[in-house]
């Protein structure tokens, strides 16, 4: 909106400042966090009074869970309104890159919220079906996914190796799609703990933040041997809102949190990354950035595969990140100890950027 007043005035005078991504960026961060922080505890307050015991609790669960009953969540509804308000202000509202990554924010975020009002409603963890919601994610996944590469090709590009390694036409389709549905729900397999999920993709929408800006130049994409997506360095508006509306719910989500993400928050924050990814050719680099969620989702994956083939359970519960609970770490200490990873896997997957 801010973007369009600037043109429609010739970016004459203060306006001239809205020439520059960096300028956008800081708007955007600065209103999604002072948007999250200003309605964080009526909203909370709210979800409180219609939710009355809050979130259900799995009874299979580590036993130090059963204090947080009575926390409500649907807590992703304050990160929706607070990113959606950011972009629609400081985005330019011409590309298409930047309203196919809303569209998977949005799209989720309603999936998600459908899960945890059947969850709150029946008093269950199961949600919706399993079957039901993945086909929603990869409708909209497909959707998105067929806006994006009309804007940006199908060439697709790997870590280490300069320039496109090859033109894969109508697979990128299906590639986008799995990228996309893949990343929401391992962001959303991820969020167990306070604050777990919250600051990692925080920390991949920063390291993101910064791809999307030199994909989006076309000399330093040059220099670099990346792709480079004209209009991409726009997404980084995108990452800027996700980081401010992230750090303002985790004002409320740090432990003990007064209020959880659901997955109306995961959900919709996986597939944003998820989205911007592949908007910017770095699919595979958001498998590094964003190796904490790859790791929760792969433990998941490991435990049901041979537990029905054996019987026998690889960790004791999973996630992974349960796992060390029951190994006796405290739930601070683990969410701590993986943030600490987070960090760690996307400054390597930046490093890739010129490691080529």
Same mark, same amino acid.
């Given at each position: 909106?801010?973007?369009?007043?600037?043109?429609?005035?010739?970016?004459?005078?203060?306006?001239?400042?809205?020439?520059?991504?960096?300028?956008?960026?800081?708007?955007?961060?600065?209103?999604?966090?002072?948007?999250?922080?200003?309605?964080?505890?009526?909203?909370?307050?709210?979800?409180?009074?219609?939710?009355?015991?809050?979130?259900?609790?799995?009874?299979? &669960?580590?036993? #130090?869970?059963?204090?947080?009953? &009575?926390?409500?969540?649907?807590?992703?509804?304050?990160?929706?309104?607070?990113?959606?308000?950011?972009?629609?202000?400081?985005?330019?509202? =011409?590309?298409?890159?930047?309203?196919?990554?809303?569209?998977? #924010?949005?799209?989720?975020?309603?999936?998600?919220?459908?899960?945890?009002?059947?969850?709150?409603?029946? %008093?269950?963890?199961?949600?919706?079906?399993?079957?039901?919601?993945?086909?929603?994610?990869?409708?909209?996944?497909?959707?998105?996914?067929?806006?994006?590469?009309?804007?940006?090709? #199908?060439?697709?590009?790997?870590?280490?190796?300069?320039?496109?390694?090859?033109?894969?036409?109508?697979?990128?389709?299906?590639? !986008?799609?799995?990228?996309?549905?893949?990343?929401?729900?391992?962001?959303?397999? #991820?969020?167990?703990?306070?604050?777990?999920?919250?600051?990692?993709?925080?920390?991949?929408?920063?390291?993101?933040?910064?791809?999307?800006?030199?994909?989006?130049? !076309?000399?330093? =994409?040059?220099?670099? &041997?990346?792709?480079?997506?004209?209009?991409?360095?726009?997404?980084? $508006?995108?990452? =800027?809102?996700? $980081?401010?509306?992230?750090?303002?719910?985790?004002?409320?989500?740090?432990?003990?949190?007064?209020?959880?993400? &659901?997955?109306?928050?995961?959900?919709?924050?996986?597939?944003?990354?998820?989205?911007?990814?592949?908007?910017?050719?770095?699919?595979?680099?958001? !498998?590094?950035?964003?190796?904490?969620?790859?790791?929760?989702?792969?433990?998941?994956?490991?435990?049901?595969?041979?537990?029905?083939?054996?019987?026998?359970?690889?960790?004791?519960?999973?996630?992974?990140?349960?796992?060390?609970?029951?190994?006796?770490?405290?739930?601070?200490?683990?969410?701590? %100890?993986?943030?600490?990873?987070?960090?760690?896997?996307?400054?390597?997957?930046?490093?890739?950027?010129?490691?080529?």
């Amino acid at each position: 909106m801010f973007e369009l007043i600037a043109q429609s005035l010739d970016y004459a005078g203060p306006f001239n400042l809205f020439r520059y991504q960096s300028f956008r960026v800081g708007g955007a961060t600065a209103t999604a966090l002072l948007i999250g922080l200003i309605i964080g505890p009526k909203f909370i307050g709210w979800l409180r009074i219609k939710q009355g015991k809050g979130q259900p609790i799995r009874e299979d &669960g580590p036993i #130090t869970h059963m204090k947080k009953a &009575g926390t409500p969540t649907m807590g992703g509804l304050m990160i929706l309104a607070s990113v959606t308000t950011a972009l629609l202000l400081w985005m330019d509202l =011409a590309n298409m890159l930047v309203w196919a990554c809303l569209l998977v #924010t949005l799209g989720y975020g309603v999936i998600g919220f459908l899960d945890d009002y059947d969850k709150v409603r029946k %008093r269950s963890h199961r949600g919706i079906s399993g079957k039901t919601r993945l086909a929603a994610e990869f409708v909209i996944a497909g959707i998105a996914a067929w806006v994006i590469l009309g804007e940006v090709g #199908t060439d697709l590009y790997l870590p280490f190796f300069s320039g496109p390694v090859a033109d894969i036409g109508w697979l990128y389709l299906p590639f !986008a799609m799995v990228v996309i549905v893949g990343a929401g729900n391992a962001v959303n397999l #991820t969020d167990g703990l306070d604050g777990l999920a919250t600051m990692p993709v925080i920390i991949a929408a920063m390291a993101f933040m910064m791809i999307v800006y030199l994909v989006g130049r !076309a000399d330093y =994409a040059g220099y670099l &041997g990346i792709a480079h997506v004209p209009g991409a360095g726009n997404l980084a $508006v995108v990452c =800027a809102s996700i $980081v401010g509306a992230g750090l303002a719910f985790l004002w409320f989500n740090a432990p003990p949190a007064a209020v959880f993400m &659901g997955d109306t928050g995961s959900l919709a924050l996986g597939g944003a990354l998820g989205a911007i990814a592949v908007a910017a050719h770095h699919e595979i680099v958001l !498998a590094i950035v964003g190796g904490l969620f790859v790791l929760e989702a792969a433990s998941v994956i490991i435990q049901v595969f041979f537990y029905k083939r054996t019987g026998r359970r690889v960790f004791k519960m999973a996630p992974i990140h349960h796992h060390f609970e029951q190994m006796g770490w405290s739930e601070p200490t683990v969410v701590i %100890r993986f943030w600490i990873i987070a960090f760690v896997l996307a400054l390597a997957g930046l490093s890739t950027l010129k490691l080529r």
